[in-house]
């Protein structure tokens, strides 16, 4: 499809010239100030990225996504998915900064048919987990329920909960404490035929009624071993527990349970492109998940994120001051069926080119940043309001996060923590040690009365009611949410992937002062172990650290070359400028 670019860079000619001018302006600068580095004047440092030019390329996605409707939207195995990509491919194609593959993966996936569990004459209607299997044909058997725990409750969190179930028996498990793959698998391990898990009791702020269905949810990967199971709502549930409770001994509920679905394998790819610009040997890796759920065309989730790449290369390559670090942008499919494309990526490097692994020095993940009633969070790997039980934050981390909480605190933003859980496609790049951020508006979790009167919106209601839903349109994406994300996510590829590094100078054959001692402040350079890097204290909104200069060291050559370098770079912008201007008379003759 056709796409305006918002920020055209300049012919080569004129860019290499600008580059040349800048570089020796830049590097004069430095080798005769001080290292170290202030906000700019007129606020931190965005690459200039806004909530417009995400828009953009959100409702060109939105559009390709709702063309497919009918075809599953945007699903990682569908045309929609493919149509969607090629669109990225061609926005980063078309800004001349980026080499751009493809890496191509199969998956499975499951077509659903009808979900139900029919008793005495009535039809109870289900719905379907991600991947545990069906059934061959309608399977008539006896009901049966784990044992009742201390609070009455049949949770099946344990083996033992299933130890006195008939063998083949349809096995009904109440929702809560443990996984849905758990309760699934000591079912299937006691030899049930086939298992229900009903809803339990919701609390009153998610809006979730006892008639409402268990929907879009995952049961862990495809068991071939497990039993055919699916899920029903709360009223279901508990009449059908009444029914197996009343009943006699040797007389139980018997029940026909058809859970209709096919497995088949999808063709899919993830979109990764690497800037010509910037040290391959350190590398900054930025993604988000462009494909969706087959419920719904995933406009916010995560067409929002991914879109916030799009616009994000256009002012990378826009730029006039290349990225001194090589960014990476990447975007992956398959993240709604257990986040199967960042995690294939990461284990081919592991598998292949533990060396590639080793250069990337920290990842940037935006999974939903238009959401209805947002908030704005931040990963929080430092741990100061979630734990991240059964999660390792790598070395770094914790950085990151205050790259985009200086951000905000420099702007008067307000923020908030969000659980660093591991929960989207992050999770790969942290099991293998590499440092690892982003930003995230709000899925599934109620926003509080504290959190309405920070952020506007709704106290009491979930942060995207449309989340998974075929309402996640792009009239239902939060424009603030993405005006104050945008230029965020700017800001952290400035900070981290633009890093002034003066390149080092041949000493004088004959020395005439004693050898000077290294500064205990290391210069930045590249490194194969993955460590971050942010903007020094009091620094929010610079292009990084930089190397140290050596300039306040007495004797040193290094003011005089740089007052060189900054007449250098000044004879050139001149002479660039004299040069447009004639050009710009020539053109208006």
């Known amino acids: 499809m056709p796409r305006t670019t918002l920020s055209t860079p300049p012919p080569r000619a004129r860019r290499a010239t600008c580059l040349i001018a800048a570089g020796a302006l830049v590097g004069g600068s430095l080798l005769i100030a001080p290292a170290a580095t202030a906000a700019p004047e007129d606020g931190p440092e965005t690459l200039g990225l806004t909530g417009a030019d995400v828009m953009t390329h959100l409702t060109e996605i939105a559009e390709i996504t709702e063309s497919y409707a009918d075809q599953s939207y945007r699903a990682f195995y569908s045309p929609g998915y493919t149509a969607a990509a090629e669109y990225a491919e061609q926005v980063l194609e078309d800004t001349g900064a980026f080499t751009v593959t493809r890496q191509e993966f199969e998956e499975p996936y499951s077509v659903f048919g009808d979900a139900s569990l029919t008793v005495d004459g009535t039809v109870y209607e289900g719905s379907h987990f991600d991947l545990s299997e069906g059934?061959?044909?309608?399977?008539?058997?006896?009901?049966?329920?784990?044992?009742?725990d201390a609070d009455g409750l049949r949770l099946g969190c344990v083996a033992d909960d299933f130890a006195d179930i008939p063998d083949g028996a349809i096995v009904l498990v109440q929702r809560g404490v443990c996984t849905f793959e758990e309760k699934i698998g000591f079912a299937s391990t006691a030899g049930a035929g086939a298992v229900f898990v009903y809803n339990n009791t919701r609390p009153a702020e998610e809006g979730v009624s006892p008639e409402d269905q268990l929907t879009n949810v995952a049961s862990g990967p495809r068991n071939e071993a497990n039993a055919p199971a699916a899920t029903l709502p709360q009223a279901s549930g508990e009449t059908l527990a009444a029914l197996i409770d009343a009943a006699p001994a040797d007389a139980p509920v018997e029940g026909t349970a058809e859970i209709v679905k096919e497995f088949l394998i999808g063709k899919t790819f993830n979109v990764i492109a690497d800037t010509i610009a910037g040290d391959p040997e350190d590398t900054i890796v930025i993604g988000a998940h462009l494909d969706s759920v087959p419920e719904g065309p995933g406009v916010n989730d995560n067409a929002s994120g991914s879109a916030a790449i799009l616009a994000l290369a256009e002012k990378i390559a826009a730029s006039d001051v290349p990225n001194d670090k090589r960014i990476r942008l990447a975007l992956w499919s398959a993240e709604e069926v257990g986040l199967v494309g960042s995690t294939r990526y990461v284990a081919d490097l592991v598998a292949n080119d533990p060396a590639e692994l080793g250069r990337i020095s920290a990842y940037l993940n935006y999974d939903m940043i238009g959401s209805e009633n947002f908030t704005v969070g931040v990963y929080d790997a430092n741990r100061s309001t979630f734990p991240a039980e059964g999660v390792d934050i790598p070395e770094g981390s914790a950085e990151l996060e205050k790259v985009y909480t200086d951000y905000f605190d420099g702007i008067d933003q307000p923020w908030i923590d969000s659980e660093y859980s591991g929960r989207s496609d992050y999770q790969a790049f942290i099991d293998n040690g590499i440092p690892a951020g982003g930003l995230f508006s709000g899925a599934d979790d109620v926003k509080t009365a504290e959190q309405a009167a920070v952020f506007g919106g709704e106290a009491g209601v979930i942060m995207d009611r449309n989340y998974h839903t075929v309402d996640d349109t792009l009239a239902n994406v939060s424009r603030e949410s993405i005006d104050i994300f945008a230029p965020a996510i700017g800001n952290a590829a400035a900070v981290l992937a633009w890093n002034?590094?003066?390149?080092?100078?041949?000493?004088?054959?004959?020395?005439?002062?004693?050898p000077v001692e290294p500064s205990p402040e290391p210069s930045v350079s590249a490194s194969a172990s993955p460590t971050?890097?942010?903007?020094?204290?009091?620094?929010?909104?610079?292009?990084?650290?930089?190397?140290?200069?050596?300039?306040?060291?007495?004797?040193?050559?290094?003011?005089?070359?740089?007052?060189?370098?900054?007449?250098?770079?000044?004879?050139?912008a001149a002479g660039t400028i004299i040069h447009r201007r004639r050009s710009q008379s020539g053109d208006a003759s």
């Open 135 to 148: 059934t061959d044909a309608p399977y008539t058997a006896p009901l049966a329920q784990p044992a009742e």
């Open 500 to 514: 002034a590094v003066v390149p080092p100078v041949e000493p004088s054959p004959e020395p005439t002062d004693p």
């Open 532 to 572: 971050a890097t942010t903007a020094p204290a009091g620094t929010t909104g610079s292009r990084g650290n930089l190397a140290n200069t050596g300039s306040e060291v007495e004797g040193s050559p290094l003011p005089l070359i740089g007052a060189g370098m900054l007449g250098l770079g000044v004879l050139i």
